[in-house]
């Protein structure tokens, strides 16, 4: 995790293309009013409050103290939503206001060119003609939607690049998600073959990780949930309907986790249980030598005194009746053993 950091393919090369039209920036598109996006040179003057059919999408680095100081000054962005980009508070929230949201949602973070399982956050503000977005790190989200903008996708408004946006953080999460599932499968595939000694040092690093998910899971179904109402009250239903359909999505990934969750407490308790049957078995095998041992133990000390009138001390053959003696009565206390067992099991 590198703070301050911009990497991750396009993001890393636009910076300085983009730099001079706005220090502290990404990159920035301009969507037309069929949706379809081209990206802003550096020369090119940025339309945000624009009042032409369109939107833009401006995306900054937060690390970077001039777009801090854009975002401290710029009058189209209200205050309390410039008060959410600029802070450095790791809570998910959604606010809702004259026509206006903004807030903080959880994300993958990338490393260079690859996906990592750590996890960021993504700050926006939308409002009627464009979306601020800002990260710290190099997000997932973000570099797939550039991916699929490039690929010719369309999106009519910002509320259409609001839900790519969460989509695609969605994806990622699910991607963490399913990785456990595996992990799971796995472990649960060994412990049913009775390989469960190794596995149970893997389930508390994998359990923490579940935790960690469902956390932020729950805190990203919790503001969505939240929005609804106020965006149904304000008769935004375009934008309802989408938060909708992606408050649908996190609960079922919600629910995933939690079911995840349930299957590696399953696992814990077994591994429990089979590690205390293996230990008892060792208990009860110890037991048993034992007290095979104690007569031919009782048997030597009593030949071990020295008082007159043992038995077969003057016997050509007594140590073998001693040793015989021994035998017989561990072979007695074995069978007694036995006897009991077989009761107790009936």
């Not at 003609?129 to 009519?156: D, F, K, N």
């Not at 005194?305 to 561990?330: H, Q, R, Y």
Request: proline fraction near 3%.
């Amino acid at each position: 995790m590198k703070d301050g950091s911009i990497t991750g393919g396009l993001e890393r090369s636009d910076i300085a293309a983009f730099g001079e039209g706005l220090p502290g920036a990404v990159f920035a598109y301009r969507f037309d009013e069929r949706g379809a996006a081209s990206q802003l040179r550096h020369e090119d003057p940025i339309p945000i409050g624009q009042t032409d059919a369109g939107f833009v999408w401006i995306h900054l680095n937060l690390a970077d103290e001039r777009a801090r100081q854009w975002l401290s000054e710029d009058s189209h962005i209200p205050e309390a939503a410039r008060g959410c980009l600029l802070s450095g508070d790791a809570h998910q929230s959604l606010h809702h206001r004259d026509g206006m949201i903004w807030g903080v949602f959880v994300d993958v973070m990338r490393d260079f060119d690859s996906v990592t399982d750590s996890i960021g956050y993504l700050r926006f503000v939308m409002g009627d003609s464009y979306l601020v977005s800002g990260r710290r790190h190099a997000l997932q989200s973000i570099e797939t939607t550039r991916e699929s903008l490039s690929a010719g996708r369309m999106l009519p408004g910002p509320a259409a690049l609001f839900e790519t946006l969460v989509d695609h953080a969605t994806d990622g999460l699910s991607r963490l998600v399913g990785e456990l599932g595996t992990e799971i499968d796995g472990i649960e595939d060994r412990v049913l073959e009775n390989h469960f000694h190794r596995e149970r040092t893997l389930l508390g690093p994998l359990r923490r990780r579940e935790v960690a998910i469902h956390r932020q899971l729950s805190g990203m179904l919790s503001i969505f949930r939240q929005l609804e109402p106020s965006l149904e009250r304000s008769r935004q239903h375009d934008l309802h309907r989408s938060v909708i359909r992606l408050t649908q999505r996190i609960e079922a990934l919600h629910h995933e986790v939690h079911s995840l969750m349930g299957r590696t407490r399953l696992l814990q308790e077994e591994i429990s249980s089979r590690m205390t049957t293996e230990t008892n078995n060792l208990l009860y095998a110890l037991t048993v030598v034992t007290t095979v041992l104690l007569p031919p133990t009782l048997v030597t000390g009593l030949f071990g005194m020295n008082t007159g009138g043992l038995p077969l001390k003057d016997s050509e053959w007594g140590f073998l009746g001693a040793l015989l003696i021994c035998c017989v009565s561990s072979a007695a206390v074995f069978l007694i053993l036995q006897l009991v067992k077989r009761r107790s099991a009936s």
